[in-house]
C-alpha cells in the first residue's frame, strides 16, 4: 500500500514562509504525478498545487498562484512545498497524493497562520 508521509508544517506569522515535505513509499515514484491538498477547518479538501513524474509541469490553485512553489527530488522520493507569503486564509492541514488521489490519505501537516 502507498504510503505518504507530510512534514514541515507549523505556526507562522502572516507573511512568513514554510516548507512542507511529503515522502512517498512503495510506489515507481518517478511515474507518478503528485499534488498538494489542503483542508481548511469546516471546508473540502482542495488541490492546492501538483507536478507532473517527470517535474516538468506543475499546477496551482488561484489562491496560492505566485506565493507557493512545488518541486519534486525522485531520487529521494520526496516532493516540496515552499510556501511564500502565508496568509491566515492557508491555514489547513496540508496532505500529498497522487493525482488524482488515492483514497488512502496520510495524517497530514498542519500549518497555522496567525500573529
Known amino acids: 500500500q502507498v504510503q505518504f508521509v507530510e512534514s514541515g508544517g507549523g505556526l507562522v506569522q502572516p507573511g512568513g514562509s514554510l516548507r512542507l515535505s511529503c515522502a512517498a513509499s512503495?510506489?515507481?515514484?518517478?511515474?507518478?504525478?503528485i499534488g498538494w491538498y489542503r483542508q481548511a477547518p469546516g471546508k473540502q479538501r482542495e488541490l492546492a498545487a501538483r507536478?507532473?513524474?517527470?517535474?516538468?509541469?506543475?499546477y496551482y490553485a488561484d489562491s496560492v498562484k505566485g506565493r507557493f512553489t512545488i518541486s519534486r527530488d525522485n531520487a529521494k522520493n520526496t516532493v516540496y512545498l515552499q510556501m511564500d507569503s502565508l496568509r491566515p486564509e492557508d491555514t489547513a492541514v496540508y496532505y500529498c497524493?497522487?493525482?488524482?488521489?488515492?483514497?488512502?490519505w496520510g495524517q497530514g501537516t498542519q500549518v497555522t497562520v496567525s500573529s
Open positions: 507536478v507532473t513524474g517527470g517535474g516538468d509541469s506543475v
Open positions: 497524493n497522487l493525482f488524482p488521489p488515492l483514497d488512502s
Open positions: 512503495r510506489i515507481p515514484f518517478n511515474i507518478y504525478g
